[in-house]
């Protein structure tokens, strides 16, 4: 990353007054203040010169300026208008010459389905309240994704990172590992943020898979893994019942993927789930195709 300026406490509470915006809990805001935390986070997101970054929740473009000096293209997703249209003055200020190298889109994370550009990676700091069903939309909507950094609230970082048989292990985990391989990167405090918010951050890591893990439909798929998980302390037999109709035909797919009726849902991994799923679009035994 080329060594320019990146902004600090003085800098982001300038424009924050200059664009007319106050950090909201709503938009679950809170702006980075350290120029080496974002350096930190660049560097451990790996960004390569050539890649395309897709950033979501610029506010500010504390990060947006570090990824204009890690990456050739940097496509910014903002929600906020006010914030969304102070985005390319502040590259023009603060990186003269990054304007054809940065796009501005205003919408919802959750909701774009298209980009100016194919991404490579996704480098962000995503909102607290949203944060895994961005990840996970972002993953299923751009499939050019191949590696990313995020940070988020740092008890949903270990649950995104878990494995089968943790106490955080849960729909996050296994949604997020079907598509990529993920680790929890690090812990950043509290007081690298404005306003400082009352819990540490996380940062999650990930590779997407080259290969799907199994031929199955991945809406089937999600549909057993939130069934599982609906009622932790159930078993499968009984949490899948109302998946598949009934407790015995609950145990009729389980027995057929190869899977204890008995087991939860916590005990599996997502190739579990995945031949669960592929048991339940297979045809009944004795039928006809």
Known sequence: MRDNALLGPAEIRELAE??????????????????????????????????TVLEVGPGLGSLTLGLLDAAERVVAVEIDPPLAEQLPETAARFRPGSAGRL?????????????????DALVANLPYNVAVPVL???LETFPTLKHGLVMVQ?????????????????????????????????????NVFWPAP??????????????????????????????????????????????????????????RAGVDPGLRGERLSVEDFARIAAAADAPAEGSRG
């Open 103 to 119: 796009d501005v889109v205003l919408s919802d994370a959750l909701r774009v389905t298209e980009l100016p550009a194919a991404p």
């Open 18 to 51: 200059r664009a007319g915006v106050r950090p909201t809990k709503t938009l679950g805001q809170n702006f980075v203040i350290d120029p080496n935390t974002i350096r930190r986070i660049i560097a451990t997101a790996g960004v390569e010169p050539g890649e």
């Open 154 to 190: 740092d008890e949903v970082a270990d649950r995104l990172a878990a494995g089968p048989g943790s106490k955080v292990y849960g729909v996050p985990s296994v949604k997020a590992s079907w598509f990529a391989e993920v680790r929890k990167a690090g812990v950043i405090g509290t």
């Open 136 to 138: 996970i939309h972002l």
């Open 198 to 255: 009352k819990i540490r951050s996380g940062l999650v890591a990930f590779v997407r898979r080259e290969e799907p893990l199994a031929q199955v439909d991945r809406r089937t798929l999600f549909d057993v893994v939130d069934a599982a998980f609906a009622q932790r302390r159930k078993t499968l037999r009984s949490a899948l019942s109302g998946w598949a109709g009934s407790g015995a035909e609950a145990e009729r797919i389980l027995r």
